[in-house]
Nanobody
Framework: QVQLLESGGGLVQAGDSLRLSCVASGGTFSTIGMGWFRQAPGKEREFLATFDWNGRTTYYADSVNGRFAISRDNVQNMLSLQMNSLKPEDTAVYYC?????????????????WGRGTQVTVSS
């Protein structure tokens, strides 16, 4: 069973940067499709970023495109999300998610593995 653990959240000011990490265990990380999601208070969980099957092409939600960057390290079994130019509306619990194949998707239901999330709060 794949287990995911996020870290790196915190309280920052608008315009700051933050880097989230997600460590995977219990599976062959290089074969797992990975993505980032977030859920703000009172809102549904939102897709943020993922990779194509080869790991070279990335996909982003419009709300974070150009500000956030997803990356993975298959040696360290780690997924990262670099977040720049943070805004108060980026305040949410951030989740990493995994799926048993590397076909890119933004659909939440296609991800079988989820971390517990890490809180990001951006003050104005």
């Amino acid at each position: 069973q794949v287990q995911l653990l996020e870290s790196g959240g915190g309280l920052v000011q608008a315009g700051d940067s933050l880097r989230l990490s997600c460590v995977a265990s219990g599976g062959t990380f290089s074969t797992i499709g990975m993505g980032w999601f977030r859920q703000a208070p009172g809102k549904e969980r939102e897709f943020l970023a993922t990779f194509d099957w080869n790991g070279r092409t990335t996909y982003y939600a419009d709300s974070v495109n150009g500000r956030f960057a997803i990356s993975r390290d298959n040696v360290q079994n780690m997924l990262s999300l670099q977040m720049n130019s943070l805004k108060p509306e980026d305040t949410a619990v951030y989740y990493c998610a995994g799926k048993s194949d590397r076909i890119a998707t933004h659909f939440e239901y296609e991800y079988a593995y989820w971390g517990r999330g890490t809180q990001v709060t951006v003050s104005s």
